[in-house]
Structure formats: C-alpha cells, structure tokens
C-alpha cells in the first residue's frame, strides 16, 4: 500500500448505529487531518493531529470522535449521527503542519457516509 | 485571517479550448499556494505549488504563477482535454492548509 489509504470506502448507517472509519498513511507523516465535504459546501477541517496529540478541533459535534493511536493510523469514530452528516470524509496526512509553509497535504480517497 | 477566493463554477468547455480559473489570497506573511483537483469518486490530490512570489507551478499543461503584486494564483490550460473534467481547489498553506471553495470543471468531447 502506498500514500493513505481509507476504510470503508462507502458506509451507510441509522441514526443508532456505531461505527468507525479508519485512515492509514504510508508517508511517513507526522500530522494527519479529519475533513467534512459535503455538497456544495467548502471542504470544513474538523481535527488536526500531529505527533498523535490532537491540535485543532474545529467546534465539531461529540458525535464524531477522533482517535489517533500512533503517527500512521487515524481513527473516526460515529455514534447517534444525523441526516446532515451525511457526506464525503476525507483523511489527509502531513510531514507537520506547524512551522513550516510548504507542507502539502496529501489526500486519501474518502469514505462516502450516509445516514439513514 | 489569511484565505483564498476562486471563481465560482462550473465552469463547461469544449475540448481543447483555454482554461482559467481564478484564486486570489488574503494572507499576511509569505504562504505557499496550491492547487488541488478531485477527481470523480476519489480524494484531493495535488496538481502544483509555489512557494514564493513569481514562482510558477506546472503539471499536466496546467500553470499557475504566484503574484504578489495581484495576490493571485490563476490556474491555466492552453487546450483542455475531456478527462480534465474535475473539481479545482486553490489553497494556501501558513500554519494551516486553507482551500476555496473548489471550482467544478466540465469538459465536452
């Protein structure tokens, strides 16, 4: 596997339902994003890791829960979503996105989520 | 705080006509800027960077020069092909990556 990778590719749940959605990157990174895109929206951050330590939490609802265990996993966790939610959640990783201005992003390919 | 504006789409050419989209930035300090393209069904992606004034980023025939004096970062393509058909992202990058809000191109054979 190469760059970042994301799991599921599509999900679908109810309102009730727990689930997670995973991010690996193989970058060799030390920062990796959360981002919310949703139709005819601005692309919104919602967390920011780096060096596994959460740096920016975007006033993003307790229903969405982050977890980043180590430098190259990020983890989504979901629980009693709404209809709203429903949309293209992107994972991105970095080398860091402190200090340094060239830092590029580079981009998995998304899990579409829908709730029901 | 610092952003970028781009022009709002979409934007449907034929094939092998001239590509503009527009980004201008608000930034205090020196950013990066970028472009990014998102394929149908997949991430982001990037298409080209500079990292200072009058530095110009190229990749696929696409150009994008950084202007300081017009605080710009224009993309261009002289003869567009039917599998450009994308959404566009011009972003810059102090403390944080910071995109538009993407401009949705569609090229017709």
């Known amino acids: 596997e190469t760059g970042v990778t994301q799991t599921p590719r599509h999900l679908v749940m109810g309102m009730t339902n727990k689930k997670s959605l995973k991010c690996e990157q193989h970058?060799?990174?030390?920062?990796m994003y959360w981002y919310k895109q949703s139709a005819k929206k601005p692309l919104e951050l919602m967390f920011v890791?780096?060096?596994?330590?959460?740096?920016e939490n975007n006033s993003v609802p307790s229903r969405f829960s982050p977890e980043c265990p180590n430098s190259s996993h990020l983890f989504l966790h979901l629980h009693t979503l709404q209809p709203e939610d429903s949309a293209l959640y992107l994972c991105?990783?970095?080398?860091?996105?402190?200090?340094?201005?060239?830092?590029?992003?580079?981009f998995g390919p998304g899990t579409r989520l829908t709730v029901l | 705080g610092n952003s970028v504006t781009q022009m709002e789409g979409p934007v449907t050419l034929s094939e092998e006509a001239f590509l503009t989209i527009n980004c201008t930035y608000t930034?205090?300090?020196?950013?990066?800027l970028f472009w990014y393209v998102q394929y149908p069904g997949e991430g982001l992606q990037l298409l080209l960077k500079a990292t200072k004034a009058d530095d110009k980023g190229s990749n696929k025939g696409f150009e994008a020069t950084y202007r300081k004096e017009t605080t710009s970062f224009h993309l261009e393509k002289g003869s567009v092909q039917v599998s450009d058909s994308a959404v566009y992202f011009c972003a810059l990058s102090d403390d944080h990556m910071r995109f538009g809000a993407g401009t949705r191109l569609t090229v017709k054979p």
């Open positions: 890791y780096s060096l596994e330590e959460r740096v």
């Open positions: 970058l060799g990174h030390n920062a």
């Open positions: 930034a205090t300090g020196y950013p990066s």
């Open positions: 991105a990783s970095s080398q860091d996105p402190r200090g340094s201005s060239y830092n590029e992003q580079f």
